[in-house]
């Protein structure tokens, strides 16, 4: 397998960075698999599945948001939104897509999006959803609108007092409160994983786990808003989308809210299908029984699974 990374520049001239693993064998190479991280983390973690994919002749892309992991400008610190905004995000994961198309053959495009990477994708696939051939939405969230409206009028109020710290209370409302199904915990991150060398590998690492300033949140809050209305989401293009999540993700309310986001893009007459993982917490790509996982994500990747439900 061939590693290589980029610094690309992003919307607002944002460094982005980006890496890329490859066959060497150009010629096996049955597709391009690009994948979104989730909220504070960073790409290099899903190099292990990436790795898998590869081995299955997949080319696969992981570049690192705006304020996360290598994604910094000089005296910037991960997690620390200015003037950043949602759309910033967005946009950046098409220069990213620009990149790709400029520098690989003409082979299928997937993009497969996890927790707030999930976010992202569905809103980026009512934009430039005509140029993806199918979706992975991995560990997914549904948020009503009033608790949307609520999440922006915080935010702001808060960014308005203290703009550049990190925010406890904002942390604790979206995602703090997540270790209570697992209590008594060995730590407040065993939601993540049952895997605990995973969760203490995350623990420590400095580029994983911490809070936002009050500006990230209320943009996350403005992006849960725009794909929790059935309008926007009409935008998307008619592309195979599956939806996956271990049964015990407390993001994704146990899968009843994955459930409700489905049942959406289903009832506007999406070609979507849903599979759930039997025990698996929110990263069911870093869950005991991993490789069963990446088997299953592989034959989404593939439209080898066509269960519905």
Same mark, same amino acid.
């Given at each position: ?24 064998? #150009?010629?096996?190479?049955?597709? @391009?698999v ?5 909220? #504070?983390?960073?790409? #290099?973690?899903?190099?292990?599945? #990436? ?7 997949y ?31 967005? %946009? ?19 993009i ?18 005509e ?5 992975? @939405? ?39 409160h997540?270790?209570?199904t697992?209590?008594?915990?060995n ?9 605990r ?43 195979? @989308? ?15 809210g ?9 009832r ?14 929110? %990263? ?9 996982v ?16």
């Amino acid at each position: 397998m061939e590693k290589q990374t980029w610094i690309i520049q992003g919307t607002k001239n944002q460094k982005i960075f980006l890496r890329r693993y490859k066959n060497k064998n #150009a010629e096996d190479n049955k597709g @391009i698999v690009h994948i979104l991280h989730g909220m #504070a983390e960073y790409g #290099a973690r899903y190099a292990h599945f #990436a790795q898998f994919l590869v081995e299955q002749n997949y080319i696969v892309y992981i570049h690192d948001h705006r304020k996360h992991g290598k994604s910094l400008q000089r005296n910037e610190r991960v997690g620390i939104f200015t003037h950043d905004t949602w759309e910033d995000m967005i %946009e950046d994961i098409h220069h990213v897509q620009n990149f790709i198309k400029s520098n690989e053959a003409d082979l299928p495009h997937i993009i497969l999006g996890h927790s707030m990477g999930s976010v992202l994708l569905r809103h980026y696939l009512t934009i430039y959803g005509e140029d993806v051939d199918r979706a992975i @939405i991995m560990g997914t969230v549904h948020s009503s609108l009033l608790a949307n409206k609520f999440g922006i009028l915080l935010s702001a109020a808060c960014e308005g007092v203290v703009p550049s710290i990190r925010n406890k209370v904002l942390d604790y409302m979206f995602v703090g409160h997540m270790n209570k199904t697992f209590e008594p915990a060995n730590t407040e991150f065993d939601w993540l994983t049952r895997d605990r060398k995973v969760v203490e590998w995350y623990i420590n690492s400095p580029l994983c786990g911490y809070q936002y300033s009050p500006r990230f949140y209320k943009e996350f809050s403005k992006g849960l808003d725009y794909v929790s209305s059935e309008e926007n989401i009409m935008k998307t293009p008619q592309i195979p @989308i599956s939806f996956i999540s271990g049964d015990m993700d407390p993001v994704g309310q146990f899968m009843d809210g994955v459930h409700k986001v489905y049942d959406m893009y289903n009832r506007l007459g999406y070609d979507v299908n849903l599979k759930s993982v039997a025990n698996g917490r929110h %990263e069911i790509l870093n869950e005991i029984n991993k490789e069963e996982v990446y088997a299953i994500v592989l034959d989404l990747i593939e439209g080898k699974q066509d269960e519905k439900g």
